[in-house]
T-cell receptor
Framework: DTGVSQNPRHKITKRGQNVTFRCDPI?????LYWYRQTLGQGPEFLTY????????KSRLLSDRFSAERPKGSFSTLEIQRTEQGDSAMYLC??????????FGQGTRLTVV | RKEVEQDPGPFNVPEGATVAFNCTYS??????FFWYRQDCRKEPKLLMS???SGNEDGRFTAQLNRASQYISLLIRDSKLSDSATYLC????????????FGAGTILRVKS
């Protein structure tokens, strides 16, 4: 499978715990995006990378969220001290510069 | 005003019907436009890019009106399998390289 891969697919965690998600983009894609989606809403932008550089981060993203793409390939999104409001689908997408983006199947986070 | 606004729906149509979705965007400098389709509890998938001259892909036609900052999607001869949420997406201008999504329009095609 040469599409965007995300792990885990589902994560249930207790409030206050830290979680980390992984995204493996399509191999030749230089851009990688993270989005969050809740029921009835469109995907909400979190951050994006051009190769290994994090070029933009949403103002909605609190200090508890951090993302990395150390070698310009896979990326991780960490949420520290999770809150119930963090429960959502976390989507990763990749693209070649200004072409269309392709999404992974997402990681569904439930904070209890 | 939201950056990208769509008809809220849901649109409930019979098989074979023609249905049109509208989308408006607030950033006049936007450069790229897309329609994505999202099935329930699945990831968004690209349906089609939207070009200035308008474009067609089978039963689907997309139109762009830059002056009115308006995008449309027309689906002809609706199939049951067209039932999904359709997301309008804008990129460029003050949005930079991020994709900005509308909230989506739900389509339900019934037999």
């Amino acid at each position: 499978d040469t599409g965007v891969s995300q792990n885990p697919r589902h994560k249930i965690t207790k409030r206050g715990q830290n979680v980390t998600f992984r995204c493996d983009p399509i191999s030749e894609h230089n851009r990688l995006y993270w989005y969050r989606q809740t029921l009835g809403q469109g995907p909400e932008f979190l951050t994006y990378f051009q190769n290994e550089a994090q070029l933009e981060k949403s103002r909605l993203l609190s200090d508890r969220f951090s993302a990395e793409r150390p070698k310009g390939s896979f990326s991780t999104l960490e949420i520290q001290r999770t809150e119930q409001g963090d429960s959502a689908m976390y989507l990763c997408a990749s693209s070649l510069s200004n072409t269309e983006a392709f999404f992974g199947q997402g990681t569904r986070l439930t904070v209890v | 005003r939201k950056e990208v606004e769509q008809d809220p729906g849901p649109f409930n149509v019979p098989e074979g019907a023609t249905v049109a979705f509208n989308c408006t965007y607030s950033n006049s400098a936007s450069q790229s436009f897309f329609w994505y389709r999202q099935d329930c509890r699945k990831e968004p998938k690209l349906l089609m890019s939207v070009y200035s001259s308008g474009n067609e892909d089978g039963r689907f036609t997309a139109q762009l009106n830059r002056a009115s900052q308006y995008i449309s999607l027309l689906i002809r001869d609706s199939k049951l399998s067209d039932s999904a949420t359709y997301l309008c997406v804008v990129n460029g201008g003050e949005y930079g390289n991020k994709l900005v999504f509308g909230a989506g329009t739900i389509l339900r095609v019934k037999s």
